[in-house]
T-cell receptor
């Protein structure tokens, strides 16, 4: 089955710096790759997603890149702010199913 | 206009007891998922409901776990004879349609088995 590896598990940056979180997946049939942000005591919330026919997608300070050949995708946050502090999860669709397989998460801390 | 609602938000139970967790989806959302989040772990898929189709139960860890979705709306996840390793946050998520892959999560039920 699909396996999603995410790193780093924790990331600490200074306000204004960039943050990058990387994920790899195993199922070559995966075609959908979302990123979720989870704040303390809340459920995860979708922040950006990308499909396998696109190499990069941007939404203001957030961007996601996908390398299908290498089976990895990354989340880039520029000009980080304290409110970006949260746990971020990557996920990949399982080929031929409606399930998402999630990475173990990255705890991002943005220091003011 | 409310989001996905889960109850209770916290549940403390004794080992061996049965528990029932509830999920009220966003009105009209056809797909419903249950995920489990253990401390420091990712989200582990448990079960998936889509319309009137048979649910995908492939993620349920043992036969002590079951779930149902009545009338395509409210869902309950039942854990029988709870064990300490069942302690986790149980998250419900819904999707608007079969073709819209965005998941909307509830805040979860924190289950503690003593």
């Amino acid at each position: 089955g699909e396996n999603v590896e995410q790193h780093p598990s924790t990331l600490s940056v200074q306000e204004g710096d960039s943050a990058v979180i990387k994920c790899t997946y195993s199922d070559s049939a995966s075609n959908y790759f979302p990123w979720y942000k989870q704040e303390l005591g809340k459920g995860p919330q979708l922040i950006i997603d990308i499909r396998s026919n696109v190499g990069e997608k941007k939404d203001q300070r957030i961007a996601v890149t996908l390398n299908k050949t290498a089976k990895h995708f990354s989340l880039h946050i520029t000009e980080t702010q304290p409110e970006d502090s949260a746990v971020y999860f990557c996920a990949a669709s399982m080929g031929g199913s409606e399930k998402l397989v999630f990475g173990k998460g990255t705890k991002l801390t943005v220091n003011p | 206009g409310a989001g996905v609602s889960q109850s209770p938000s916290n549940k403390v139970t004794e080992k061996g007891k049965d528990v029932e967790l509830r999920c009220d989806p966003i009105s009209g959302h056809t797909a419903l998922y249950w995920y489990r989040q253990s401390l420091g772990q990712g989200l582990e898929f448990l079960i998936y409901f889509q319309g009137n189709s048979a649910p995908d139960k492939s993620g349920l860890p043992s036969d002590r776990f079951s779930a149902e979705r009545t009338g395509g709306s409210v869902s309950t996840l039942t854990i029988q004879r709870t064990q300490q390793e069942d302690s986790a946050v149980y998250l419900c998520a819904t999707r608007p349609t079969a073709t819209n892959e965005k998941l909307f999560f509830g805040s979860g039920t924190q289950l503690s088995v003593l």
